[in-house]
């Protein structure tokens, strides 16, 4: 099962304990997937899904809200209608200024239209809407929990996402999706740890090789040197660090300096080998 099937399979088993929540994700349910259909002598709520599941949840909270003990009377489909929706299923914002209610309706949304990238691959969560209007209001009511999320234009719908790990982690804690959110926070600190080992990794391969390629460059200079004045003309600071460099092609600066007599910190030996760089660029430069 994908990451978003696992979220979706928890919230599918969360049913709020109050009725005014239970309305606010039923009135998302019928926002996102519901229609009213106008029959000759009555008119009728759909509620469509693929997921069995998704509609038997969504019975549970109409027979939980509305005592309906069989099927959805004429009456009964009116009171909804009236109580909750514009005429076009679109939610009232007066129904939904209580924070539970809006976690309900955050989470019936994405339950009908919702759905998350694997947290291994990117960070991704979105809420597919049909209108502009409703895609606003959804914004609105997550961000009012401290979100940032934006909405984009695709094809004929308006996508609400979020992007940032750390804000999809807060957006299953706004559902109340505890084991998903524990799921993805491990998925984080794993991937953490690991982007953490390849910087590192990274910064000490940059800087051997940093090193590798100084040493030969100091050691390509005192070559030079020894070919064009002869080492034993050098200054004896330089003929004993040159010496000591050509003996020693792989050491650090810090270990060059322990085999000078007497010995010198690193500062003194990276000293040295410059002013014996310095001489043979000097020397290049004259002979051209």
């Known amino acids: 099962m994908s990451f978003s099937g696992s979220v979706k399979e928890e919230l599918l088993g969360h049913i709020s304990k109050s009725r005014h929540c ?20 009555r008119d009728f709520l759909s509620f469509e899904s693929e997921n069995e599941e998704l509609v038997r949840k969504y019975f549970t909270l109409a027979k939980k809200t509305y005592n309906i003990k069989t099927s959805i009377s004429d009456v009964e489909e009116r009171e909804i209608t009236g109580n909750l929706f514009h005429e076009d299923l679109s939610v009232k914002n007066s129904y939904l200024q209580n924070a539970c209610c809006k976690r309900a309706f955050i989470r019936g949304a994405f339950l009908t239209s919702g759905s998350m990238s694997d947290p291994e691959k990117a960070y991704h969560f979105e809420i597919v809407c049909n209108r502009e209007d409703r895609a606003e209001q959804l914004r609105d009511i997550m961000n009012s929990f401290g979100m940032e999320a934006k909405i984009v234009s695709r094809k004929r719908s308006y996508v609400v996402y979020l992007k940032e790990g750390e804000q999809i982690v807060d957006i299953l804690n706004i559902m109340e999706a505890p084991v998903a959110l524990m799921n993805l926070e491990n998925i984080r600190i794993l991937k953490e740890m690991r982007n953490s080992v390849n910087r590192q990794v990274n910064c000490e391969t940059a800087n051997i090789h940093k090193t590798v390629s100084a040493a030969v460059k100091q050691i390509e200079d005192i070559e030079y040197l020894r070919e064009k004045v002869g080492l034993e003309h050098l200054p004896l600071p330089l003929r ?10 792989d050491a650090p600066l810090k270990e060059l300096g322990t085999y000078l007599v007497p010995a010198v910190g690193k500062s003194g030996v990276n000293h040295r080998l410059r002013k014996l760089g310095i001489m043979a660029e000097d020397l290049r430069v004259s002979e051209k």
Not at 26 to 40: D, P, Q, Y
Not at 240 to 249: F, I, S, T
């Open 22 to 41: 239970q309305l606010a994700e039923l009135a998302a349910f019928l926002n996102f997937s519901g229609r009213v259909i106008h029959g000759k002598e």
């Open 240 to 249: 004993e660090m040159a010496y000591v460099r050509l003996e020693h092609p």
